[in-house]
């Protein structure tokens, strides 16, 4: 038989198909009709053509894509510097960044020693050092995304994105900035190259609940977590030998209840004498005048927090630089048992590693703890508060500020009920990180003074 032209060939060729390879033609056809009847709405998202394959994203880049990160897109940032807590910030930022131009962040280079200003001192350390890159992913699964430099295929040359600064350089024209990169031609790059400061200090376009969704899917590497677990039980297992000798009152504890859990306080206490001479100038540029707290008014309060189980162990997250300073172990009210690295004997642990990864540990002691007490004007008191927030959410709890509840947490430099120190929940309903980058004396629990 002679076939005149594409049409009749075609049609030739579909009736004398197999009858069940025709059926799902078919039924393929009946299926993608319907889908164009019934969801309309994919026109409101752009369609790009990569490669033969059609790439649908959402074309509003402050929320993404609905259908995941794209995968063959990248972002790559400077390396994260300064302390841990920053660093988790930055990191935070860059992976909000790379989502807001619907892109896979490239697996950035964190830093294990503190240096402010020195970057060239600065040690570099591989993000998945320190956090479980497949855990993170599996996490944040279409929300945010890692990428290896392997994954990288060099199709196209890296377009250099240089990040403004200083006062001319608003958060308008930062947000303009990212727009105009998230579409042709900047978009058909391959990787964007960010150049300039720290990710810390790049404008923030992010409401609180996208940092703690990023935050959470955080979880460190196995070598680390047992370290957090060794520390852990250590301050149990000195508090379960205290009470087994007393109760508060200073009597012998009755048996049935050493089988109840040994609480431990965790208090973030912020006296070096960097830290002093920083929040003194604070205080009078904010002129909030209840910022810095010294050792007694910390002592004190932490004595009076309401509800307090005696006796306690209380776990004192301290610069190394304090360890030899005895005096922070005096003046606590009867009860309260203060440990520090050295007396606990666990400084040995904490030795074997970098600054950022002593650091790491002790955020989890003090996240973990049954009370957590710090400064509402430390990076790293406001992040273990919004990681303790997020966990009293997931319980199902309504009001958050009952002074009754499990994993209450605590600002001492704010003075609460009873002369103790204010109760402090993070807001989660916040717009941007800024109370919790710099610090507030709002602590979402009572007014807040000035």
């Known amino acids: ?24 033609l078919a039924t393929l056809l009946v299926l993608l009709i319907f889908r164009v009847i019934l969801f309309p709405t994919i026109s409101s998202f752009g369609r790009i053509e990569e490669n033969g394959l059609v790439v649908v994203r959402n074309l509003s880049p402050l929320y993404g894509s609905d259908f995941g990160i794209r995968v063959d897109k990248f972002l790559e940032v400077p390396q994260i510097v300064w302390g841990l807590n920053n660093q988790k910030i930055a990191f935070a930022r860059a992976c909000l960044t790379a989502r807001m131009l619907n892109r896979t962040l490239l697996m950035p280079s964190l830093s294990a020693s503190l240096f402010y200003k ?3 001192r600065l040690e570099p350390i591989s993000f998945d050092k320190i956090f479980r890159f497949e855990e993170f992913n599996s996490r944040c699964n279409g929300f945010v995304r890692l990428g290896r430099y ?43 190259r960010i150049v300039g400061k720290n990710p810390f200090l790049w404008h923030d376009h992010w409401p609180v609940k996208d940092y703690a969704k990023v935050f959470e899917c955080l979880v460190l590497v196995d070598e680390i977590e047992k370290e957090v677990d060794k520390v852990i039980s250590r301050i149990r297992e000195v508090g379960s030998k205290v009470r087994s000798k007393f109760d508060s009152d200073g009597t ?23 830290w002093m001479i920083h929040c003194k100038k604070l205080e009078q540029r904010s002129k909030i005048n209840q910022i810095c707290s010294s050792k007694e008014e910390i002592m004190n309060r932490v004595g009076n927090i309401l509800g307090m189980k005696m006796p306690a162990v209380v776990y004192l997250a301290v610069a190394d630089s304090l360890l030899n300073d005895s005096s922070i172990l005096k003046g606590w009210k009867e009860g309260l048992l203060p440990f520090e690295k050295k007396k606990l004997g666990i400084d040995k642990i904490y030795k074997k590693y970098p600054y950022l990864i002593q650091s790491a540990i002790d955020y989890e002691v003090c996240l973990r703890a049954d009370v957590f007490v710090g400064n509402s004007f430390s990076t790293f008191s406001s992040l273990v508060v919004l990681g303790r927030t997020q966990k009293l959410m997931k319980t199902g709890v309504v009001d958050l500020c009952d002074t009754n509840l499990s994993w209450p947490s605590y600002a001492y430099n704010i003075l609460g009920d009873s002369n103790g ?9 916040d717009t941007n990180l800024k109370n919790i980058s710099y610090g507030s004396n709002d602590t979402s629990c009572g007014k807040s003074p000035r």
Not at 1 to 24: A, D, T
Not at 254 to 260: A, D, F, R, V, Y
Not at 421 to 429: E, L, T, V
């Open 1 to 24: 038989m002679e076939v005149s032209s594409n049409g009749q060939r075609s049609i030739y060729c579909l009736r004398h198909l197999n009858p069940k390879i025709f059926k799902c």
């Open 118 to 120: 020195e970057v060239e």
């Open 150 to 192: 392997m994954n990288i295929s060099n199709r196209t040359k890296p377009i250099e994105l240089s990040k403004g600064s200083g006062r001319k350089w608003t958060i308008e024209r930062d947000l303009e900035q990212l727009e105009e990169y998230s579409k042709e031609p900047f978009d058909q790059s391959e990787v964007i």
């Open 252 to 274: 012998v504890v009755q048996s049935e209840n050493l089988l109840q859990p040994v609480p431990y306080v965790a208090v973030h206490m912020r006296i070096e004498i960097d």
């Open 421 to 429: 120190p204010r109760k402090w929940i993070s807001n989660m309903s």
